[in-house]
């Protein structure tokens, strides 16, 4: 064995050509240990064995395919992906033809793991939209094939009922061209008849189930499967298979391999018609002569699948009930009776010819090979023919094992050491012996004149086979005096290779004949149905011919040899998959069960020759690299050729000469424990190396640590000197300096004190030099003054004062604003009565002169507390916006929803805090399409609340600090602007669109409020033009004055998505 020792390291021994000691017992407890942690697959050379996991497990992700890619057969643990990898590398790389036999018993895992190999395949080989097309095909041929050949048995749920050799052809890039598929032994007696518990083939209740309800009305389909004879006529309950989502996949899956809709539907025609068939049934009619004949008793049947295949209803009833046999240019037709019909019947309905594999497969081209079987307990020909198959494929699999084993041995030059093993062919031989043969025979009895049963069958066998040490039967027993209960009168035993089977000879002639009318196959191609027509060729008139067809024996015997010579050109890889119990549980490993499978797959003998003369071998260089520790002159480094170091390193052990032999490229090791004590050796030694290892690298880590720490020492240090001298000269520096400034300041205090000095006498002379100057002067000059004049002096500056202050006054009086309370104040204290008596004197006549200029019907109108208002009012519009002059006419009332004697604004005037200064009917325009809808405006001393007038709740409210102006038009419109800033959490919708019938009070009120609030002015704009700002953007608003009355209020128009017009009048 060419291994790795990876194999070693795995749970259990990865290739059993490692395992020892080599035992039945322990190859199974091998197996069972690898299975319970999930290691389903394990090695014998080159050959894979694969444990039935039944459970889905992680290990077929397309990570686990890059892994397996290009890598070497033994350096990964064992897996399915290897051997697919290593058969296409070596028909990619070394332009071998490769084939991958997958054997094993029914539910042991043989279609999962050709599903496997084939997505393996499909995801390493080449890109490209021809090969991508390809490997689809490939892929989903799968889905198909199961469909058409594959059901539910006792053991399996999804068990292959034929035999299929799959012939993919690749190019010299290793990209999929396409190929041949071929089948075998299709199981032909399931669609007639099957046991209770099992199924018939998936593609029947996939379509009764999946078919949509015009589908069935045009196949004359009812999807209650209790209705068919053919399926038993029970309900199709199968757990863990949704038939209608697998129908669906099948159709996808022919599409996608290159049927047409037509070709589809032709297909599922042909399943129609046999379901039909089933449900034809015969009655016992009698000619006048009074012989026994037969009709048909539902016509209605009849008529439907004759409608299918589009075929005269009388030539069907013909070739069911009667038979023409033609003899010296003479036709006769014969009645036949109901159980002469039933027979031929069969061979038209059932799967067999292989027209039924044939009828799906006409259009599939993949390749793979997979040989499926289920043993039965009243085996009959079918299991026979199996039997004898799988025998030859044991015959080529011992062969091409010991054959491969030599051509390796004559190629290192070692010494072939000759194997005894058990050569099957005695039982090949036996079988298919073209003289002797038990086929043999049965065509002779199938073609003998006369009468012929298996009884006569069972009679030439005892003859010809009496003495055959691996032929059974009552005779032959009883001849040598042994008693067996068990072997029936019409049963015979053979001992095959992986044990002794009985076989029950009924129907073996009937099988074997598989006899196709001849007025069938002509109905058949009577009909207009293409699919039909294809299937039986032989029922064109013009190639009739009277040659006996050849039987199913020799039909089967003449694949079987073909497969051989194909098996034979082509380098086989094996995949033997077992069954680890027979109730389909995860974890559940039967003893019995798998030693029978171990037995009659001959895995045993298998290991034994593989491990044949020398159970170990490795190229030399590989084998230096692993081992080179394990001697002084090898480690580490060898100069020499690698087989030089190879026998160096060996001679070096205690290892005896004759357990080793030296090839031309290869190390041949005779046991395995030489192999296990090289490893035991290798990792006590890999151990002082990773001790070794790791003591170095603690020192290296431990120096490398010193000196980080040391060299990062002497830098901390040197910064540290630097920081603490720089540290140290800042504060002798600081010191120094406060010490020059405390110098400084003490020397210029001292001076300014000096200067201060030096001054005040200076003053103090000046001052005494005055008062002495003018003493003198007034000494002098007293005797020239009158006595008034000082009175006199001093009512001229108070009288200059005064005037000064008037002209003053009279140059900075107040506005005429009545509202505006400023006053300029007195400049001299003597003065401030006199100032406040004036203030008052103005004020009065300045609201006498506003009375005078004011209308009277004006004037009487307004009341104590609107006075400051209309005043406002009168600054803010006058001569500004034309509704100015209309608004003198109406008193402001402030309140003009009545809150307090409508009961349902109660609640909303609560929430005031009775803080109102206005209430207000006003209509809100919608920024989206300019149309209105009404509000209740109030305003209070600190917020505006805009209100819904029918809940009478409110929807908005504004803080006075977050209304950054208002804007309005110089018309007679109601239409103003409330700008929020920015800032404002009621303006994150955007500024507001209001219209009111009370514009000049509600904004004077507005303006006065938040003056009084927040102390700032409410900037108001006058213009026809503005700009209103929005969530979702800013858009211009114009006021337009028309000469037409838009209705009551003003009319806004939205001009695109950025731009408003509003007509007033």
């Given at each position: 064995m060419d291994a790795d020792l990876t194999l070693l390291s795995t749970i259990g021994v990865g290739d059993l050509v490692l395992l020892d000691p080599l035992t039945e017992d322990t190859l199974l407890q091998n197996l069972e240990e690898r299975f319970q942690h999930h290691e389903i697959y394990t090695y014998i050379g080159n050959v894979v064995i694969s444990v039935n996991p039944y459970q889905p497990l992680p290990i077929y992700s397309e990570e686990m395919v890059e892994q397996y890619k290009n890598c070497n057969f033994f350096c990964v643990k064992p897996h399915i992906y290897a051997i697919a990898d290593d058969a296409y590398r070596s028909l990619r790389d070394q332009d071998k033809d490769q084939c991958v036999l997958i054997t094993g018993e029914s539910g042991a895992g043989k279609t999962e793991a050709s599903k496997l190999v084939m997505s393996y395949v499909a995801a390493v080989c080449g890109k490209g939209e021809q090969v991508n097309l390809v490997k689809e095909q490939l892929l989903q041929s799968n889905p198909v094939l199961e469909a058409f050949g594959n059901a539910k048995t006792i053991r399996n749920d999804n068990s292959s009922r034929f035999g299929k050799y799959m012939d993919i052809e690749f190019d010299f890039k290793g990209d999929p061209l396409g190929g041949v598929i071929s089948n075998y032994l299709l199981e032909k007696s399931r669609v007639i008849h099957h046991v209770k518990g099992e199924r018939n083939f998936?593609?029947?209740?996939?379509?009764?189930?999946?078919?949509?309800?015009?589908?069935?009305?045009?196949?004359?389909?009812?999807?209650?499967?209790?209705?068919?004879?053919?399926?038993?006529?029970?309900?199709?309950?199968?757990?863990?298979?949704?038939?209608?989502?697998?129908?669906?996949?099948?159709?996808?899956?022919?599409?996608?391999?290159?049927?047409?809709?037509?070709?589809?539907?032709?297909?599922?025609?042909?399943?129609?018609?046999?379901?039909?068939?089933?449900?034809?049934?015969?009655?016992?009619?009698?000619?006048?002569?009074?012989?026994?004949?037969?009709?048909?008793?539902?016509?209605?049947?009849?008529?439907?699948?004759?409608?299918?295949?589009?075929?005269?209803?009388?030539?069907?009833?013909?070739?069911?009930?009667?038979?023409?046999?033609?003899?010296?240019?003479?036709?006769?037709?014969?009645?036949?009776?109901?159980?002469?019909?039933?027979?031929?019947?069969?061979?038209?309905?059932?799967?067999?010819?292989?027209?039924?594999?044939?009828?799906?497969?006409?259009?599939?081209?993949?390749?793979?090979?997979?040989?499926?079987?289920?043993?039965?307990?009243?085996?009959?020909?079918?299991?026979?023919?199996?039997?004898?198959?799988?025998?030859?494929?044991q015959q080529i699999f011992i062969l091409l094992t010991l054959k491969e084993e030599q051509e390796e041995y004559i190629r290192e030059g070692v010494a072939w050491t000759p194997?005894?093993?058990?050569?099957?062919?005695?039982?090949?031989?036996?079988?298919?012996?073209?003289?002797?043969?038990?086929?043999?025979?049965?065509?002779?009895?199938?073609?003998?004149?006369?009468?012929?049963?298996?009884?006569?069958?069972?009679?030439?066998?005892?003859?010809?086979?009496?003495?055959?040490?691996?032929?059974?039967?009552?005779?032959?027993?009883?001849?040598?005096?042994?008693?067996?209960?068990?072997?029936?009168?019409?049963?015979?035993?053979?001992?095959?290779?992986?044990?002794?089977?009985?076989?029950?000879?009924?129907?073996?002639?009937?099988?074997?004949?598989?006899?196709?009318?001849?007025?069938?196959?002509?109905?058949?191609?009577?009909?207009?149905?293409?699919?039909?027509?294809?299937?039986?060729?032989?029922?064109?008139?013009?190639?009739?011919?009277?040659?006996?067809?050849?039987?199913?024996?020799?039909?089967?015997?003449?694949?079987?040899?073909?497969?051989?010579?194909?098996?034979?050109?082509?380098?086989?890889?094996?995949?033997?998959?077992?069954?680890?119990?027979?109730?389909?549980?995860?974890?559940?490993?039967?003893?019995?069960?798998?030693?029978?499978?171990?037995?009659?797959?001959?895995?045993?003998?298998?290991?034994?020759?593989?491990?044949?003369?020398?159970?170990?071998?490795?190229?030399?260089?590989p084998c230096l690299e692993r081992y080179k520790m394990l001697c002084k002159e090898t480690w580490p480094h060898w100069n020499g050729s690698a087989r030089d170091g190879v026998q160096a390193l060996l001679g070096s052990l205690p290892i005896d000469p004759k357990e080793l032999a030296c090839g031309h490229t290869k190390i041949f090791i005779r046991s395995p424990g030489v192999l296990f004590d090289l490893e035991d050796r290798r990792q006590q030694r890999m151990g002082d190396l990773a001790a070794l290892i790791q003591a170095t690298y603690r020192a290296w880590k431990c120096r490398r640590h010193y000196q980080e720490i040391r060299k990062s020492q002497i830098l901390i240090s040197a910064w540290f000197r630097g920081h603490n001298q720089k540290k140290k000269y800042s504060k002798m520096k600081k010191s120094a300096l406060l010490i020059q400034a405390y110098i400084r300041g003490w020397k210029s205090r001292r001076l300014l004190r000096e200067l201060k000095e030096q001054m005040r006498r200076s003053q103090a002379a000046t001052i005494i030099s005055s008062y002495w100057k003018g003493h003198q002067t007034r000494k002098e000059y007293k005797k020239y003054f009158r006595s008034g004049a000082s009175a006199n002096i001093t009512t001229f500056i108070y009288q200059s004062l005064v005037q000064k202050f008037l002209l003053a006054l009279k140059n900075n009086l107040p506005s005429m604003t009545v509202t505006d309370h400023t006053w300029p104040a007195a400049p001299y204290k003597f003065l401030t009565n006199a100032n406040q008596e004036l203030k008052k004197i103005f004020h009065h006549w300045r609201f006498l002169h506003r009375k005078v200029r004011t209308p009277k019907a004006d004037f009487c109108r307004l009341r104590p507390g609107s006075i400051k208002f209309s005043a406002k009012a009168s600054e803010l519009f006058r001569d500004k916006k034309s509704l100015y002059t209309k608004s003198l006419q109406q008193p402001f009332q402030g309140e003009y929803l009545g809150l307090k004697e409508n009961s349902r604004y109660r609640k909303l005037l609560s929430s005031t805090d009775d803080k109102l200064v206005m209430a207000d009917n006003v209509r809100k325009v919608n920024r989206g399409d300019g149309k209105a809808s009404p509000r209740l405006f109030l305003l209070t001393k600190s917020h505006v609340i805009l209100a819904d007038p029918k809940a009478a709740q409110p929807k908005t409210v504004i803080t006075l600090s977050d209304i950054d102006s208002v804007s309005v038009s110089r018309y007679s419109d109601g239409f103003f602007v409330l700008h929020l800033k920015e800032s404002s959490t009621a303006g994150s919708k955007g500024d507001f669109l209001l219209i009111s019938d009370h514009l000049i009070e509600l904004v004077t009120r507005l303006h006065q409020t938040v003056l009084e609030t927040t102390k700032q002015r409410l900037k108001l704009q006058v213009t026809d033009e503005f700009l209103v700002k929005f969530k979702q953007g800013s858009i211009t608003v114009k006021v337009v004055e028309t000469a037409q009355k838009q209705g009551t209020a003003p009319v806004c128009r939205k001009k695109g998505s950025r731009r408003m017009e509003v007509l007033v009048h």
């Open positions: 998936h593609i029947f209740y996939q379509l009764l189930s999946g078919g949509s309800d015009q589908l069935l009305k045009q196949l004359k389909l009812e999807r209650d499967c209790s209705l068919y004879g053919y399926l038993n006529r029970e309900a199709p309950s199968l757990q863990g298979i949704d038939d209608a989502a697998n129908f669906s996949v099948v159709q996808d899956a022919m599409k996608a391999i290159g049927f047409s809709s037509a070709e589809v539907t032709a297909v599922l025609e042909v399943i129609a018609v046999v379901l039909k068939l089933g449900n034809v049934q015969l009655s016992e009619q009698f000619q006048a002569s009074g012989a026994e004949s037969c009709g048909i008793q539902n016509e209605k049947v009849i008529r439907d699948i004759c409608q299918l295949i589009q075929l005269d209803e009388s030539v069907l009833e013909h070739a069911l009930c009667s038979r023409t046999v033609k003899a010296h240019q003479e036709k006769v037709v014969t009645s036949l009776k109901v159980s002469q019909v039933i027979a031929p019947a069969s061979c038209q309905e059932g799967p067999d010819n292989p027209r039924w594999g044939d009828g799906c497969q006409l259009w599939v081209g993949k390749y793979l090979e997979i040989l499926e079987a289920e043993p039965k307990e009243n085996n009959s020909f079918e299991q026979f023919v199996i039997n004898y198959c799988n025998e030859k494929l194997v005894d093993f058990f050569d099957n062919s005695i039982i090949c031989d036996l079988i298919e012996n073209s003289k002797g043969g038990i086929l043999a025979l049965l065509d002779e009895e199938c073609l003998r004149p006369g009468k012929v049963n298996e009884a006569t069958f069972v009679t030439k066998l005892n003859q010809v086979f009496k003495e055959h040490k691996h032929y059974e039967s009552r005779v032959t027993q009883n001849a040598k005096h042994i008693l067996d209960a068990g072997l029936l009168a019409d049963c015979f035993r053979i001992r095959h290779y992986a044990g002794k089977v009985t076989y029950n000879v009924t129907g073996f002639i009937e099988k074997n004949n598989d006899l196709l009318y001849r007025d069938l196959s002509q109905a058949m191609w009577k009909a207009k149905h293409k699919l039909l027509r294809t299937l039986f060729p032989e029922g064109d008139p013009e190639k009739a011919s009277l040659k006996r067809p050849p039987t199913a024996g020799f039909q089967f015997k003449a694949s079987v040899v073909t497969l051989m010579k194909n098996l034979y050109s082509k380098k086989p890889n094996y995949i033997r998959c077992i069954k680890p119990n027979d109730t389909k549980q995860p974890a559940v490993f039967t003893d019995a069960l798998v030693r029978s499978q171990v037995r009659y797959l001959g895995l045993l003998e298998n290991v034994r020759v593989r491990r044949a003369g020398y159970a170990y071998r490795q190229v030399y260089e």
